[in-house]
């Protein structure tokens, strides 16, 4: 998502699934960037310089299941 608009997933719409996803935004501001794997998301407000390709590395999903066990 950029700007709380949907812009594609990874491995559909002619991309590759290879762990990569471009997209273009306007330069010279900030935009809202959110990518979420099924489970997580990762919301990040980032500024793109103008002409400039930049780089988001995204950490793994961390969720953790587990069970509430009843003190006795």
């Known amino acids: 998502y950029v700007d709380e608009v949907f812009i594609g997933k990874e491995g559909t719409g002619g991309d590759p699934l290879d762990g990569i996803f471009k997209f273009k935004v306007v330069g010279g501001m ?28 995204v950490p793994p999903g961390t969720t953790v299941y587990g069970a509430v066990i009843p003190y006795r």
């Not at 900030?30 to 590395?57: A, S, T």
């Open 30 to 57: 900030n935009h809202l960037i959110r990518v979420f794997d099924g489970e997580n998301n990762y919301p990040k407000e980032i500024y793109f310089e103008r002409g400039v390709h930049k780089i988001i590395n």
